[in-house]
């Protein structure tokens, strides 16, 4: 039994089935691989998703999120 709660997962299997040909694996601590790289990882008891980039992906991941985060602030 996973110690995660099971909306935590149920939302990250929701996340997940967005994205074609990508399928969770791990049956206590789901997480996805694509190439034998593991890139998302569900963990803790409170359900934290970490996420693994390439160092470019992840440069513009934070832009993007940054970006998002700003204008919600501005409102």
Known sequence: MSPIPAEKIALY???LVTI???ERKGA???Y???YG???SL???TKGRMALGFRRMSAISFS???R???LKRTER
Do not use: A, H, V
Request: with cysteine.
């Open 13 to 15: 299997e929701k996340l």
């Open 67 to 69: 970006r998002r985060c």
């Open 63 to 65: 832009r993007s999120i």
């Open 20 to 22: 074609p040909g990508i």
């Open 32 to 34: 996805t691989s694509l």
């Open 28 to 30: 206590d601590n789901p």
């Open 42 to 44: 569900l963990l803790s």
């Open 37 to 39: 790289n593991m890139f």
